[in-house]
């Protein structure tokens, strides 16, 4: 990695260096892994550099340097301050114990990201489904294990490539080619699946009658939270994404307090799913950028 001013693409060979610094001071929002930034580098074209004792790093997609919180120091906002005075003017994911240290400040305009908010859940509601408002939940899943024969299998270096064909089915039936987000996603998805091992990734897959049908992909964002990064299934069989959640979030529970589903992207679809199944809490995440003050 490249010493500031000089910035370099994100590489492999960085792993070691974010690794330190999320276990250094353990995130909250689920775009911080390694794997994340990885897995969507070619999509938002992701510039790393060591400015002192932190990371800092951009998205360049679409002209516009677009930068994230540093990583891996205690004084956040020095590193900060010292981006904007070489020209910095737009940090995005920003979180809110961040956003608060530039309140008030003229310089810099504070405008909510609702849509990449993320969704925060107790581990053990969605394993336990109790109470009233997870009878819909319950149902389906006991309608797909009394329709359906499965088999559920956890994720490992042998089995992980079996993923790639189930992606390239659901992509079908998504019309991932002609849109954009999904094309996005397939790309990312299939370099967490390589990486699998290397990324210390969780995961599982449901069988029916034979086939993939479902596909989880999960890891530690810090010691109490699990982010899900993928959790997919044939839209064609009714129940199979809500057992495939529980099955797989059930043999995690032991380790995480809770789980972090990530954004719903403004997508009123993903937005209803994700809200039906009650977080407890949503990560707030803000944009700053520099105001009419600014020096």
């Known amino acids: 990695m490249n010493k500031y001013p000089d910035f370099s693409p994100l590489a492999l060979e960085d792993k070691p260096l974010f690794d330190r610094a999320f276990k250094a001071d353990p995130p909250q929002v689920s775009e911080f892994t390694f794997t994340n930034l990885y897995a969507w580098r070619n999509v938002y074209g992701f510039m790393v550099s060591l400015l002192s004792d932190c990371i800092v790093f951009y998205a360049q997609a679409g002209g516009e340097r677009k930068f994230f919180c540093p990583v891996g120091c205690p004084d956040k906002k020095a590193a900060m301050?010292?981006?904007?005075?070489?020209?910095?003017?737009?940090?995005i994911r920003v979180p809110e114990g961040i956003k608060t240290l530039f309140e008030g400040d003229p310089r810099v305009i504070i405008e909510a990201d609702h849509d990449n908010a993320d969704y925060l859940y107790k581990a053990a509601d969605l394993v336990?489904?109790?109470?009233?408002k997870y009878d819909g939940k319950r149902n389906l899943i006991r309608k797909f294990k009394s329709a359906r024969a499965y088999e559920y299998a956890?994720?490992?270096a042998?089995?992980?490539d079996e993923c790639l064909e189930f992606q390239e089915k659901w992509c079908v039936i998504k019309n991932c080619d002609t849109v954009e987000g999904l094309s996005n996603e397939r790309q990312a998805l299939s370099e967490m699946i390589a990486h699998f091992s290397e990324f210390n990734l969780l995961g599982a897959m449901i069988k029916v009658e034979g086939e993939v049908s479902g596909v989880a992909l999960a890891e530690a964002l810090n010691p109490q939270t699990l982010v899900v990064h993928a959790l997919k299934a044939d839209p064609?069989?009714?129940g199979l994404y809500q057992?495939?959640?529980?099955e797989f979030l059930s043999r995690q529970d032991e380790a995480f307090t809770y789980v972090n589903m990530e954004q719903d992207l403004g997508v009123e679809g993903l937005r209803k799913a994700k809200r039906s199944y009650h977080p407890v809490a949503m990560v707030k995440k803000f944009t700053l950028r520099a105001g009419s003050n600014e020096r």
């Open 81 to 91: 301050e010292a981006l904007r005075e070489d020209g910095a003017a737009v940090f």
């Open 243 to 246: 057992a495939l959640c529980n």
């Open 154 to 156: 956890a994720l490992a």
């Open 236 to 238: 064609g069989i009714p």
């Open 128 to 132: 336990k489904l109790e109470g009233r």
């Open 158 to 160: 042998s089995n992980v």
